[in-house]
């Protein structure tokens, strides 16, 4: 369990942690979601000790970073998949932390095999694509086989068979019982992976709710049809209530109807329809909307 409470952290003028407060509960994935600069890895840092906060506290297991008595056992990081020497091979890079974290050495060949960098141990890190170099730093991360892991934007630079590698190991960690921690600032990667979110805008907390509540409220209001008609289509929307934009030559956003109800009016009249899409809405578009009413922050919040 990861416990944030009342986080504030500041460089000079910036605040880039205001009063957070939040809790990262076991057996589940919690998206740690918001834009870029809101102050994700500002707090993930706090967390892991490497940030002293002007107030509040981040405790892991109950307890501050530094009074963990066998850190790597306890809590595994991704923060930045670059920080490797360059000259040292994936191997020599694990046994180091495992040697310095008091993990024994057998673990490095378990976690190179898990993250799929088997094959290539021995070569140097400094050749390794971003994304090896991610799968590096998470098995940095599952190193001392830890109850609680972040990861910083893991998805970064993967290609897409990495990305639902990520994806997948996320769940089956969270499936084994642990504390999974994942920021993003992508609410559609959050989609997929997360269970739980935790939304911050300027490091203030703006949601501590579930993925499927977060989506229901924010992230299904439009949906865009392509259609050769879409003069007539959109009068016969606009008549059933719908608000309807014109975008490029052929399109439609609409909001206010669902993409069934949109196809049966279409089809009702007989409108030719080339292509009808749930849009969701974006990152940037719901922190918009969020931050027009701040009422709507506390009613998001069901701490959970
Ligand atoms: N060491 C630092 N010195 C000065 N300002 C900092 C420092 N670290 C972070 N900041 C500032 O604090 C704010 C939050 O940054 P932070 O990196 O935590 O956000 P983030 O949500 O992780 O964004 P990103 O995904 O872009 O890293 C930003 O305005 C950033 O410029």
Redesign the pocket.
């Known amino acids: 369990m990861i416990e944030v409470t009342e986080l504030t952290k500041r ?2 003028r ?1 605040t ?1 942690v205001d009063g957070l407060t939040f809790t990262v509960r076991p057996g589940r994935v919690t998206g740690f979601l ?1 834009p ?8 993930l840092r706090a967390i892991l000790g490497l940030e002293a906060p002007d107030r509040g506290t981040a405790l892991v297991g109950g307890l501050p970073y530094r009074d963990l008595r066998h850190p790597l056992h306890q809590v595994g990081a991704l923060l930045d998949a670059g920080a490797v020497h360059p000259g040292r091979s994936a191997r020599a890079h694990l046994m180091a932390l495992a040697v310095a974290g008091r993990v024994g050495r057998r673990r490095v060949g378990e976690v190179l095999e898990q993250v799929g960098l088997g094959q290539v141990a021995d070569q140097r890190a400094g050749g390794f694509s971003l994304g090896m170099r991610q799968r590096l730093g998470i098995a940095a991360a599952l190193l001392g086989d830890p109850p609680v892991v972040m990861f910083d ?1 893991p998805v970064n630079g993967l290609d897409p068979e990495g990305i639902r590698w990520v994806r997948q190991l996320m769940k089956s960690l969270a499936a084994e019982g642990r504390t999974v921690l994942v ?1 993003s ?1 992508l609410m559609s990667e959050m989609a997929l992976t997360a269970d739980h979110l935790v939304v911050i805008g300027r ?1 203030r907390l703006i949601a501590d709710t579930g993925v499927k509540a977060f989506l229901a409220e924010h992230g299904t209001g439009q949906v865009q049809v392509r259609s050769p008609a879409r003069g007539s289509l959109a009068g016969v929307l606009r008549e059933h209530g719908a608000g309807v934009e014109y975008q490029g030559s052929q399109e439609l956003l609409v909001t206010g109807l669902t993409v069934d109800r949109i196809g049966d009016l279409a089809a009702r009249n007989g409108l030719p329809v080339h292509e009808l899409a749930a849009r969701q809405a974006s990152l940037e578009d719901v922190f918009m909307n969020l931050t027009r009413d701040s009422v709507e922050y506390q009613g998001m919040c069901d701490g959970n």
Do not use: R, W
């Open positions: 460089f000079g910036v880039a918001g870029n600069g809101s102050g994700k890895s500002t707090t934007e920021s600032h490091g």
